[in-house]
């Protein structure tokens, strides 16, 4: 009997917390999500999954959990949590993006900064709460919907954050699809819905190809904390756009993104140990973070109409949803909801302006405080 009772303790039914218990319960919401309703599964799967791996009790000192050093999970962690995967994702971000939409139709750009209006309002909502600067800044990138940006500057200014603002910053990018049509339907009319933008120009490739390039160094010299995300960001681009390198541009945007997506998002969900993750404080980031998105899309949308106002090229204000930097969902989003008003009207190429526009800004946004708080 005596046997029995120390293996029940020492097992994970002898130390299964009800925190434990609720986690566990929110890994698998994750996955049904992904499975059943299709919010980023490619996201939401390895999270999800890793949230069930990361609150399984163990007795300590067996070097199994992400949070003991030596750990097979440790060694996997320091990739968020010394910044090395953020950049990894924009590589093959960069390889994926056509930034013809934007160069275009440049004044687009500014729906994407209008969106990162939610950066700043959430940064002030945290103050307002009692976090301190750093951590204000790091909850306020939530607002750009950016995963990647979010773990990055959380890992330099509040690692002790790192998995609530992770986990909030890709819960709500998954919830893009959700969250977004609401609030598109309240701040427009039918009748706005309904307009039709003037195609796109084509854009030559000596363009494509010096665009990021001049991109970088304008963006380096404003933002120099930007340099690791936006360098990977307009190199995978280059790559993409040069035609000599396909090879490697091919790499970056499949296999190379799909392994740091997998680790990425494996790794912040084992990190959602309940003894560390279910606090008052965790709670308050995933408000903001919910907060700050909903601003994030009504101002995209408002700065629309009020653009509308002063050009005699309308723009279809659904398409400032997509200033977040959600690529390509939020994109997605605004053709799904273009389409349900008038079938034949086609925006998502209109809406990847301020989506691709929109990741840049987060990642400026996130440079400027980097090199303000460091």
């Not at 020492?10 to 929110?26: H, S």
């Not at 990739?79 to 994926?96: C, D, E, K, N, S």
């Not at 139709?105 to 939610?118: H, R, Y």
């Not at 965790?282 to 408000?287: C, G, K, T, Y």
Request: hydrophobic fraction near 55%; proline fraction near 5%.
């Amino acid at each position: 009997m005596e046997i029995f009772l120390q293996f029940f303790q020492m097992n994970a039914f002898g130390t299964m917390t009800l925190g434990n218990l609720v986690m566990l319960a929110v890994g698998c919401l994750f996955i049904y999500l992904a499975i059943t309703k299709d919010y980023e599964p490619l996201l939401l799967v390895p999270i999800g999954f890793g949230i069930l791996v990361g609150n399984i009790p163990f007795a300590n000192g067996m070097r199994l959990g992400v949070y003991e050093e030596g750990s097979v999970l440790s060694i996997l962690y320091q990739g968020v949590t010394q910044g090395w995967y953020p950049p990894l994702i924009f590589l093959g971000l960069g390889a994926m993006t056509d930034f013809s939409a934007m160069l275009s139709n440049p004044k687009l750009i500014l729906l994407g900064a209008a969106a990162q209006t939610g950066i700043f309002a959430t940064l002030m909502g945290a103050l307002f709460l009692g976090f301190d600067m750093n951590e204000a800044a790091a909850i306020g990138i939530i607002g750009g919907a950016d995963g990647p940006t979010a773990i990055f500057l959380s890992s330099m200014l509040a690692p002790h954050l790192l998995g609530a603002i992770a986990i909030a910053a890709y819960s709500y990018m998954a919830l893009v699809p959700v969250i977004q049509p609401p609030i598109i339907y309240l701040l427009t009319t039918k009748k706005e819905r309904l307009i039709r933008m003037k195609p796109s120009k084509p854009v030559s490739k000596r363009m494509r190809i010096l665009f990021p390039i001049i991109a970088f160094v304008a963006t380096a010299l404003v933002a120099p904390g930007s340099i690791p995300l936006l360098g990977m960001l307009f190199f995978g681009n280059l790559l993409k756009e040069s035609g000599v390198t396909d090879r490697l541009a091919n790499t970056a945007k499949t296999a190379f993104i799909d392994v740091i997506t997998i680790l990425l998002g494996f790794t912040v969900g084992t990190s959602t140990d309940a003894s560390r993750f279910l606090k008052v404080e965790s709670i308050q980031i995933f408000v903001m973070g919910a907060i700050s998105f909903c601003i994030a899309t009504a101002c995209g949308v408002l700065f629309a109409k009020l653009m509308n106002l002063l050009s005699k090229n309308k723009i279809n204000p659904i398409i400032g949803a997509a200033g977040v930097s959600a690529v390509p969902d939020s994109a997605r989003v605004c053709q799904m909801v273009g389409a349900k008003e008038d079938p034949q009207n086609f925006l998502i190429m209109h809406a990847m302006a301020p989506n691709v526009s929109g990741v840049i800004g987060s990642a400026v946004a996130a440079g400027v405080l980097l090199a303000t708080l460091l």
